[in-house]
């Protein structure tokens, strides 16, 4: 059962609360920018992703503010300079990135409030932040204006024109480790969370090689009261059915013996939760000729 809501009939907190709740996490860009009278600004931004990367852009929204109705200092900013950084944020900056956030008159620098270290950028006048492992400078290729009420977004759309990086989250290949920079992510409500490498896992992208699709699977294992969707996906990795020899083999095993003693529908549990453990260990191929192996 599901519950159907119209935007047009809700209040602004249950409308916000039911995207940004449920379009989580999202990345944060923490944005420095500069206004026509020199003042410097730095706000973080959670409605914020890449959307190209030939040219590099990226593109956050500097919402109206829903309590006082007031426009961003970094949208007022961003239209009246073109120039900004956006800096990642990690776990060790939260706090202070929180900080930032508060509604400070523009005269205010949020980088001397907030205790972040401003490193001056290479082409844009807006200062880099020391602290985040991650900066890009950016300068604005168009303002998509969504309406002045509370909550209406103020799409900024930058194009990246230098890339900092620590050395030290590079791997040997010149390339970002994921596993090292450690972004925090904005949820619903106050929640944030910590990209740790423990919680990562990686997934075979399918785009060069097509695996077997779901619906070509034997009704056997597709209607399987043992295997989730996510199983049903992992076997999709693989690219092809068990050979006749693949399956002999197997059939050699002691798993298959064991697998063996039990009949019918117990037989069936078991067969699907072995296929479950092996795909939890990562061995698709293992998984897909075990069952295949006891298809009648």
Same mark, same amino acid.
């Given at each position: 059962m599901f519950t159907t809501f119209n935007p047009d009939e809700l209040t602004l907190p249950i409308v916000h609360n039911l995207m940004l709740t449920s379009v989580a996490p999202r990345p944060i860009a923490f944005v420095s920018s500069i206004d026509e009278s020199g003042n410097i600004n730095l706000a973080p931004f959670s409605q914020f992703n890449v959307f190209s990367t030939n040219p590099p852009v990226v593109a956050f929204s500097a919402s109206v503010s829903g309590r006082t109705g007031e426009t961003k200092d970094t949208y007022k900013n961003a239209k009246a300079t073109g120039e900004l950084t956006v800096n990642i944020v990690t776990y060790?900056? $939260?706090?202070?990135? &929180?900080?930032?956030? &508060?509604?400070?008159?523009?005269?205010?620098?949020?980088?001397?409030?907030?205790?972040? $270290?401003?490193?001056?950028?290479?082409?844009?006048?807006?200062?880099?932040?020391?602290? &985040?492992?991650? &900066?890009?400078?950016?300068?604005?290729?168009?303002?998509?204006?969504?309406?002045?009420?509370?909550?209406?977004?103020k799409m900024i759309l930058a194009q990246v024109h230098r890339i900092h990086t620590l050395t030290a989250i590079l791997d040997e290949n010149g390339k970002l480790d994921p596993l090292k920079i450690q972004q925090v992510g904005r949820c619903g409500n106050s929640f944030y969370v910590k990209l740790q490498p423990e919680l990562l896992f990686p997934i075979a992208q399918p785009q060069a090689n097509i695996g077997i699709g779901i619906d070509e699977l034997p009704d056997y294992i597709r209607h399987s009261t043992v295997l989730t969707g996510n199983n049903l996906g992992q076997l999709t990795l693989n690219q092809n059915f068990p050979s006749e020899d693949e399956i002999k083999s197997f059939k050699n095993s002691e798993s298959y013996r064991y697998l063996s003693q039990f009949s019918g529908t117990e037989q069936t549990g078991q067969v699907h939760r072995a296929a479950q453990d092996m795909l939890h260990s990562g061995n698709h191929r293992l998984a897909l000729i075990c069952l295949f192996s006891f298809i009648s």
């Open positions: 060790d900056m $939260t706090y202070q990135m &929180s900080y930032a956030s &508060s509604e400070f008159p523009p005269e205010v620098n949020e980088f001397q409030k907030a205790g972040f $270290t401003p490193i001056p950028s290479d082409l844009v006048k807006p200062p880099r932040v020391g602290e &985040s492992p991650v &900066s890009f400078e950016c300068k604005v290729l168009q303002i998509i204006d969504f309406g002045d009420k509370g909550g209406a977004g």
